[in-house]
Structures are given as structure tokens and as C-alpha cells.
């Protein structure tokens, strides 16, 4: 199987080098989307000879995400694995997702809460309101849907590289799941970002992506 892990990046110059380490330890191709960074990303994806595309605007992370799917589609990957640029998903877990594509899934999400009791932090809180939106629209339970460590398979690839309408994961899980593709969860254990914050950082800014989560997995999708 042909791999390609997509790797968004946004002004993370302090964890590029620790993540690249471990992603260079695996045998699998990899593309960092450097997300118009204004930090010294750019640089240091060039001087470090990493294989990557400088964007010339911010288009957020559903754009780079499909960006990359594009990318793994055009260039006959068969596979593609999405882990976030912060060092936040060990790339140990890729051949476990792996794993579930080679036994016929076409989208596997990278759980942190299958074995693990979910917490009940305002983050989360917003979590158990997505899967709630999701089993009402689709009938179908989900652990962990804002998850951003995912795999999926040729067909969904195929999909997401032209025809993405969507704000996040979760909504795109939703659209997966209405149309019957086969979707798994599996364990995986996060790491808490070592510098740098979020695309989503702020309660306003969380709060306001998670309104149009919801928004989109009820009305859109």
C-alpha cells in the first residue's frame, strides 16, 4: 500500500524538528502544508530539507487537509494519514490505522476514548454535543469525532481531494457515514502539545468553530 501522511502546519517551527525525527524513523512518504506560517516555519522546513508546500495565504486547516488529499489522489497514493503538525499524535499509531484500512475500512479515526473514559472538560462537553449531532443524523456512534488523527482509504481520497464541503472532521465523518462507507475507531493515546497554540485557540474562537461543527453536521451534511 502507497502512503502519504499529510502533515498541516501552522506557526509550529518548535515541534517541526522533534515530529520530523519520528516521522523519519518510519518508512512511510510525508508532506508538511505550511499554512502561510508567520513564524520561521518556512525556513526551517527549507533549511532542514523536508518535503513540503509553502502556501502564499492562510486558508485554515479544512483547506490545507483536502490540499494534501489532492496531493495524495493526483499522486496515486492509496492511502493517506492525517496527524496534526503540533508532535500531538505519535506517528507510532500510523500502522494501526493502517491496519484497519488493509482490513477493508475506508476511514479510520484515531480514538483517544474507545478503552479511555472521556473527561468532562468544556472542550469535551463540546465533543459529546457532536456525537450526539451525529447519531441523531446518522444513527451511527462515535467516540471521538473531533479526532484530527485519521486514515482513509482510495475512495474517500478520491472524494475529499474535489469535492470537500466541509468545516472539519466531524462534519466530514458525518457525510462518510450517510453515505454507508465503512468507518472504524482505534485506540490511540495523545500527547499534549509541547509549544505553540492551536488554530482553534480561545474559548471565542473554540466556541464559534464548534457552533458551525454543529451547524453543518445538522443542516449541511
Given at each position: 500500500?502507497?502512503?502519504?501522511?499529510?502533515?498541516?502546519?501552522?506557526?509550529?517551527?518548535?515541534?517541526?524538528?522533534?515530529?520530523?525525527?519520528?516521522?523519519?524513523?518510519?518508512?512511510?512518504?510525508?508532506?508538511?502544508?505550511?499554512?502561510?506560517?508567520?513564524?520561521?516555519?518556512?525556513?526551517?522546513?527549507?533549511?532542514?530539507?523536508?518535503?513540503?508546500?509553502?502556501?502564499?495565504?492562510?486558508?485554515?486547516?479544512?483547506?490545507?487537509?483536502?490540499?494534501?488529499?489532492?496531493?495524495?489522489?493526483?499522486?496515486?497514493?492509496?492511502?493517506?494519514?492525517?496527524?496534526?503538525?503540533?508532535?500531538?499524535?505519535?506517528?507510532?499509531?500510523?500502522?494501526?490505522?493502517?491496519?484497519?484500512?488493509?482490513?477493508?475500512y475506508d476511514?479510520?479515526?484515531?480514538?483517544?476514548?474507545?478503552?479511555?473514559?472521556?473527561?468532562?472538560?468544556?472542550?469535551?462537553?463540546?465533543?459529546?454535543?457532536?456525537?450526539?449531532?451525529?447519531?441523531?443524523?446518522?444513527?451511527?456512534?462515535?467516540?471521538?469525532?473531533?479526532?484530527?488523527?485519521?486514515?482513509?482509504?482510495?475512495?474517500?481520497?478520491?472524494?475529499?481531494?474535489?469535492?470537500?464541503?466541509?468545516?472539519?472532521?466531524?462534519?466530514?465523518?458525518?457525510?462518510?457515514?450517510?453515505?454507508?462507507?465503512?468507518?472504524?475507531?482505534?485506540?490511540?493515546?495523545?500527547?499534549?502539545?509541547?509549544?505553540?497554540?492551536?488554530?482553534?485557540?480561545?474559548?471565542?474562537?473554540?466556541?464559534?468553530?464548534?457552533?458551525?461543527v454543529l451547524?453543518s453536521i445538522?443542516?449541511?451534511?
Amino acid at each position: 500500500m502507497k502512503v502519504l501522511v499529510i502533515i498541516p502546519a501552522y506557526n509550529e517551527s518548535e515541534n517541526i524538528p522533534n515530529l520530523m525525527g519520528k516521522i523519519n524513523e518510519l518508512s512511510y512518504d510525508y508532506l508538511v502544508i505550511n499554512d502561510c506560517s508567520v513564524d520561521n516555519s518556512a525556513y526551517l522546513l527549507n533549511s532542514m530539507k523536508i518535503n513540503h508546500l509553502d502556501l502564499p495565504v492562510n486558508i485554515g486547516l479544512a483547506g490545507v487537509t483536502q490540499m494534501g488529499f489532492r496531493y495524495a489522489y493526483e499522486n496515486n497514493y492509496d492511502a493517506a494519514i492525517v496527524i496534526d503538525g503540533d508532535g500531538q499524535h505519535p506517528p507510532v499509531y500510523i500502522k494501526s490505522l493502517l491496519d484497519k484500512l488493509n482490513e477493508g475500512y475506508d476511514y479510520v479515526i484515531g480514538s483517544r476514548y474507545i478503552n479511555q473514559k472521556k473527561p468532562w472538560s468544556l472542550r469535551m462537553i463540546g465533543s459529546r454535543l457532536i456525537s450526539l449531532a451525529i447519531k441523531l443524523k446518522t444513527g451511527k456512534r462515535i467516540d471521538d469525532p473531533t479526532s484530527g488523527m485519521r486514515a482513509l482509504g482510495k475512495r474517500v481520497l478520491k472524494e475529499f481531494a474535489y469535492e470537500m464541503n466541509f468545516v472539519s472532521e466531524s462534519d466530514a465523518l458525518t457525510h462518510i457515514l450517510k453515505n454507508n462507507l465503512k468507518v472504524c475507531e482505534t485506540q490511540v493515546s495523545m500527547e499534549q502539545r509541547e509549544s505553540g497554540v492551536s488554530y482553534f485557540d480561545g474559548i471565542f474562537k473554540s466556541g464559534k468553530f464548534m457552533i458551525n461543527v454543529l451547524i453543518s453536521i445538522i443542516f449541511i451534511q
